[in-house]
Every structure is written in C-alpha cells, then in structure tokens.
C-alpha cells in the first residue's frame, strides 16, 4: 500500500509545473503504469481524491493507461506482448524471456490544464 | 478559458531512482557488494541472514547489515549475535525501505566504512508489494520464500519475482511435513522469471547455505 505515498508526489510533480501556467486549474492527469509495477489502479484512484485536497488538482480526473508487458523474444528476434503476469514466455514460440521492454513503466504521461486566457486576466 | 495538455513523461519514482543510482556507483567504487532481501513476513528472513552473516564472517569476509522494521529492532539485535554490525532503520508504519533511507543510514554509521565492507545486506520489511517499487541500489535483489508459504506466491507476486536477481527456498528441512510441492514452486519461479538463481536451503540445518555462499563469493569477484 504504497499507492499515497505515489500519489502524494504525482500531486507535487504537477503542482510544481503548474508554475508556468499560473492560474490554472487542472482537469485531467494521465499516468503510464506498466502491468508489473504493483501498483492497484483503483487504490491509486481512492488515495489520489485525497492528496488532491486543497491543491490546484483537486476535483482532476486520474486516468490509468495500463501498459501491458513486452519481452523481447530471441528466437523470434521480435519483441512480444504477453497475456498477462502469470508466464514470461513469448506467445508466439513459447520460449521464456526475462528480457523486459515494457511493463515496469509508473510515469505521469501529461496533465490537462484550464488556462485563464491572458485577455481576461489583463482586465 | 482555453485547454491545454502538458506532456510531462515523468518518472513518479524518480526521485528514488536518482538515489539509488548514487548509491550503486559508491558501493561499487568501494567495492562492497550489496543485496536487498524481500519476502513476506515470516519467510525466514532474519534467520538466513544470521546464519549467511556468520559462515561469511567465519570465512574472514567483512560483513554489515541494514535492517527494515516497521516498528521493532528485535531483527536487528538477532543478527548484531553475530558480531557483524547492524543498523536498524524503523519505517514507523512505511511498508517499505527508499533509496533515501538506506542513504540516511549509511551515513555517520559508528565504526563502519563503505569501503571497509565486503558484503552489505539490505533486509527490507516484509511485504512482498511495495518493496518491489523501490531501487535501494542494491546489486542483487533476493525473493525469498519459505516452504510454509504455498508455491503459488510467485504467481501472487509476480513483480517482485520478476524483477529478482535471486530466489531463496527457505526452511527446507520442514518441506515434508508442509507438504511443500518443490517441483511446482521451482516451476512457478522460473515461469515469472525465467533462468533466475535458486537456492533450496535451511537456515537451522544449514543446507544449501554452501551454493549461497558460493553464489555471493562470484557476485563480489565479478562486480564492477
């Protein structure tokens, strides 16, 4: 249950680039969580509404885009998405790899802002 | 109001990454070769340390140890029997050990010097999920998993499986009456993690322990 402590820095990691877009709101941020990264979706969802409190992401939506893992298989000379997390071997050729591409990725992708339009604020 | 999206593609542990990278390029400068030891609580842990901490020291290797609790030093003042040094680090409710933790506690460590160790051990706190987030740094991360577990839990818990350098049966000298399935369980951790090291070994009667410490000896020749 480390899903707060992730939060707590997707909510500083975001309110510290909001600097550039002084005034904004933000709407929506998209995370990039591979299959392997052990982290629960939903849980990140439920401690996000809380870390957001008070904050300029308050009321912002969490998107998960989860990835799916990718070996790299040899024989084949190709990289191969698997099923799921329950065998590493590549679909195509049943040949086991431990030769990760993807799947371990936890990055915030982007964030969705409401810009106050420069005309209205110079009003 | 206008509506703009903000690429970020930023790492959300990377704060941790960055440390642990610091820490992997001192401990190989000083030339000490560190693990990380993750299971469940329970698994037998702290036992295999002490018994690995005192054959190493009884063969004249420098040895030290780290050790992740929740809330206690009863793990720590178990393996310091052995003459090593310990230091514990008490997570106070964290369910894991961070790469600035483990720098915190490096630092100002009495009577111990980097440079002065062959060995350093991570003991993390037992939990099979979060630790697996978590770079220390550490050159080999060891899943451990005792013959009382079932040998499913690689399959349970396959991102720490996964991403171990090495995999430790532990309590093997009760598999009999556990009824433990060696097959399934040696097959479950190859299916999550292909061609990984296993060790089959008994901290009380010392079995498989020599494979192990053949195992480290390679692993700090063959460093850096």
């Keep these: ?11 500083e990691t975001v ?31 439920f401690c996000y509404g809380i870390a957001a409190e008070g904050t300029p992401l308050e009321g912002s939506k969490l998107v998960v885009d989860v990835l799916p893992v990718v070996v790299h298989c ?50 | 109001m206008t509506t703009r999206i903000v690429e970020l593609r930023r790492g959300i542990l990377k704060k941790n990454d960055e440390l642990a990278a610091e820490l992997r390029a001192r401990y190989v400068a000083a030339g000490v070769l560190v693990l990380n030891l993750v299971s469940s609580p329970g698994t037998g842990k702290t036992a295999f340390l002490e018994r690995t901490m005192r054959e190493l020291k009884a063969r004249g290797a420098r040895v030290a ?28 409710g964290i369910c894991h050990l961070d790469a600035e933790m483990i720098g915190k506690h490096l630092e100002d460590w009495p009577g111990v010097e980097l440079n002065q160790l062959d060995y350093l051990f991570i003991e993390n706190v037992g939990n099979l999920v979060c630790p697996s987030s978590y770079d220390l740094g550490e050159r080999i991360r060891v899943a451990l998993l005792s ?45 999550i ?3 990984i090291r296993i060790f089959e070994t008994s901290a009380k009667t010392g079995a498989g322990m020599e494979e192990w410490l053949a195992y480290l000896a390679t692993a700090r020749a063959t460093q850096g």
């Design chain 2, 193 to 195: 993690r292909p061609g």
């Design chain 2, 65 to 92: 140890a780290l050790v992740g609790d929740l809330e206690t030093d009863n793990d720590a003042r178990r393996l310091a029997s052995s003459g090593a040094p310990v230091r514990q680090i008490n997570t106070h």
């Design chain 2, 147 to 191: 013959v009382t577990e079932g040998e499913d839990k690689p399959l349970k818990y396959p991102t720490l499986f996964n991403s171990a350098d090495a995999a430790v049966i532990t309590k093997i000298d009760i598999a009999g009456p556990c009824d433990f399935d060696r097959e399934a369980a040696l097959k479950n951790i190859n299916e």
């Design chain 1, 15 to 45: 309110t510290e680039s909001l600097a550039d877009y002084p005034g904004a709101r933000v709407k929506e941020v998209r995370l990039r969580v591979g299959a392997l990264a052990s982290v629960i979706p939903e849980s990140l969802d």
């Design chain 1, 74 to 123: 040899e024989p084949c000379g190709l990289d191969v998405e698997l099923d799921g997390v329950q065998s590493f071997r590549c679909p195509r050729c049943g040949t086991p790899s431990h030769d990760l591409r993807q799947g371990r990725e936890l990055e915030i992708d982007s964030f969705e802002i409401d810009e106050i339009d420069e005309a209205k604020e110079k009003k």
């Design chain 1, 1 to 11: 249950m480390h899903e707060l402590s992730i939060v707590t820095s997707i909510v």
